[in-house]
Structure formats: structure tokens, C-alpha cells
């Protein structure tokens, strides 16, 4: 009768493209085991390397956020190069492999069939597993800011991830009820695991879970170097076109040397001009120890056609490509006209120069006249960032919006006269104090969307022409119609394992 309602073909390609045995399958007698002992621990090791493989890849996969800070600092080779999708393509590669072969091995365990992995199969497993280890420990030592951002993505994934998780361990209800009286361990197990799932909608916490009516206003947008996905960062056309999306406010880094405060992110020139054929023997020269009439013969925007670093370089049009190749370094005074000129708040870091330098001890005091003597910007319109100093510059021009890049306590913010908070947003949950917080650097939506539900009031972001668009936060929901969606999907899974296991 077995062999009679047999789905011989299916069975029989199940078995090929598991253990290479396209005729020699067996199936499992009643009272024997579903393998030997080496296949036991091959089909655990297949399990351990889909749970490590899956972890990885969503760990990589929410990390998107940071893959610019990921490339730029692993590209220190002399050459950029997207390390970061390189990486995740890897993964995606190791997770479908080993989700194909836990696939098939269900499959057979639900056909009543021995399991036999090729040896082949078992090599790849082994390397899966090792791979998804060692990256994780790496990243982990290096890059270990991203575990942070994992538990954020849990706020906002958590309740579809619950669903996720109750119907996979329902569809497994049948192989197991299957072979549950010949390894009754797999059963509690697997009822362990399958009760905490139920149950894991008790303790879970979402900011975007709330009441209707109880969202606050969209975060506001401030330009993280501009609009660097584009144009080149830190360039006037990256301004515009920050202010063109819809960007509140404008973010950049200010250096100075020859009484000239320019806008420079890195230390040295290497990677957003064109220095190397300007000036080769000065690569490695600080850029803070050029003067000003040299840094206007530089490029600084062939770089971005050219390393296309968010890929993003490709959709311009042929006018603007021809302008952002065109662009140049920008200074201090040209960058505040414009923010002037637009009615936008500006924040900047400003980098100490190197000792030696001219102004290495009044550089504050030379970026104070630039505001207030050079450019046309009311001083309310500047987020004071630079902790230097701050008393000074508070007794200077009072109208400035102090602005800490830590978290002090509350009494010290006060006598420092501090307004705002601007924080990595990692530390999302401090946006609940009572004090305006500016959160750095958000480009998805998903992590906009956490940021809108939490109460933050601003972001930086690489993306204003994206975040732009978001009408409301993605994912958000009334606990009502969570406790509905948790509830029956709880009620309709112990029905149906109710039922395979009855019908068993």
C-alpha cells in the first residue's frame, strides 16, 4: 500500500538532488529511525547552518543604513569598492543554498523517507556554517555599532517576524507529527519552541504600535552633506539639490587654513578630489594644510561619477553629470549664503587644525566672523555643534541654537544653555527626554519610520529626496488590530497542528 500511493518521480528527484540517490532511496519502516547517526548529525549541522545563515543575512540586511560608512572605511586599499552589496550577495548565496537543502530534507522526512545527504552537500554546509561564523565575528569586532541597529529593526519587524516564525513551525507540523512516536525529543522541541512563539507577543514593545491619533508631526530633514546620492558631497550642486528634495536644514564638516573655512569631510583630499594628478606628492597632506587658491584647482566631483558610491550616479541626466563633474570645493561662506538665501538651518562639525597651523588656536573665532560678517545667515538659523570653547561663543551670539553631540545630564545641558541633541541614532530611545533631539545618519525608510513613531524631531539623512516622500510611518498599527492579527494567527496554527497531528 506504501509503495502503491508512492509519489515515486517526486520522491525520487527529492532524493537526487538531496543525496544523489535517484533509484536508491529508502523509505522509513515503522519503529526505525529517519537516519543513521552520521546523517543525524549531518541534518543538524544543516539545521544549525540555516538558523546561522539566516541570521546573517537579516543582520546584513538591516544594516543598508550604514553601507557607505562600511565601504568607505574598508576602502582604504587605494580603490572603492562596494564591499558592502558584495557581502550581502554572499549571503544571500549561502542562505538559499542551505534553505534549498532544508527544503528538500522536510520534504523526504515528510514522504516517510531515510535521509542521505551527498557528501558534496556536506562540504557546502561546512562552509556555509564557517563562512556565516566568521563574518558575524568579524563584524562583530569591527562594525559591532550594527548589533544595535538589529535590535531597532526587531521594534518594527518583530510582529511580522512573529507571524513569520508561527506559520514555519506550522508547516513543519506535519513531517513531525510524522516521526514524533520514533523520536519523541524532536516533539518537545519543537512544542517548546512552537509555545514561546505564542507567547512572544506578551513582551513585545514597537513605538509604531499605538494609538490613532497619538502620532506626532514627521521628523524634519536635514541634508547630510547635502543630498550625496545626487551629487558630490559637500559641493554647492549637493546643497541644492538637499534644498530642491525638501531638506529642513543642511549638514557639513568645516576645516580651515589660509583664513579661508572650507567644507572638507575626510583628513586628506584622496578620496573626493582629484589631488592624486593635481598634486601627487601631497595625497597624504591633511586638508587643512592646503590654502585656499590651491584647493580651487581641485575636482571634486569626478570622484562620485566615477566610484558611483550609493549607485545612484547612473540616473542623472546628461546635464547633470556634466555639472557634478564640474563641481569644486566648496567654502564655508558660499555654503551659508545659500542656506541664507533658502531660510535653512545649518549644522556643521569644524575640525581643530593640526598644530603647526596658523589658526590651530583662533579657528573658532575666524568661523564666527565668517557667520556673522560674511554671510547673510541669521545666527538662529546655525545649530552650534563644536563643544570647544561653547561659553565663549554663547557670550559672542547668544542667538545660536547650542547643539551637544553627547548626552550630558540634564543640569549640565541647562547651564551650557543646550538646546538640542544631536545623537547617532542608535540612541533612539533618548528622543523620549524632554529636549529636542536630531538624529544622525537615516536613510531608510524603515528606520525613518521608527524615528517618525518615537517622537524624534529631526534626522540627518543621505536620502531627503527619498524620506521626503513618506506620508506616514511604514508598519505602524493600533494595538487593537495587533492583538487581532497575533491572536488569530495563534488560533489558526494550534488548529492546524491540532488537526495533522490527529490525522497521524
Known sequence: MLRRYEHQPFVSCLAGVYGCRWRRYERSQPGDCCCNKLEGASFTLLVAAFCLTLVFLYFWGQAKNDYNDFDFNFGNLGFWFPWSVVLLVVAAIFFTYVTVLMLLAVCL????????????HKVGILVSLTVSVIATAVLSDLW?????????????????????????MTSLAWPVALHFFRMKLILVMYLTILVSLYLVPLGLYSPCIKEEGTLGPAPALIGHRGAPMLAPENTLMSFERAVEAGSDGLETDVTIFDGVPFLMHDYTLRRTTNIHEVFPNRTNTPAAMFTWNELERLNAGDWFLS?????????LGAEDRQR????SVCNLQTFLQLAAQTDKLVIFDLYRPPRGHPYRDTWIQRTLEVIQNESSIQSSQVLWLPSDLRALVQELDPEFQQTSGSRLPLEELQNNHIVK??????????????????????????????AWCAGVHSVTTNAPQLLSTISSPLFIMSPDKYKLMWILT???????????????
Open 324 to 327: 557634478a563633474g564640474n563641481q
Open 144 to 168: 559591532s555599532k550594527e548589533w544595535r541597529t538589529l535590535l531597532l529593526s526587531f521594534q518594527v519587524t518583530a510582529p511580522f517576524l512573529h507571524v513569520g516564525g508561527v506559520l514555519l
Open 490 to 504: 495563534d488560533l489558526m496554527s494550534f488548529v492546524l497542528i491540532l488537526l495533522v497531528f490527529f490525522f497521524h
Open 109 to 120: 522526512l515528510s514522504e516517510g523517507q531515510k535521509l542521505y545527504l551527498h557528501w558534496g
Open 421 to 450: 541633541l544631536n545623537l547617532d541614532y542608535t540612541s533612539m530611545k533618548y528622543a523620549a527626554v524632554n529636549i529636542t533631539t536630531n538624529l544622525y545618519v537615516i536613510s531608510q525608510p524603515w528606520l525613518y519610520s521608527l
Open 307 to 315: 566610484h558611483n558610491p550609493f549607485g545612484t550616479a547612473g540616473s
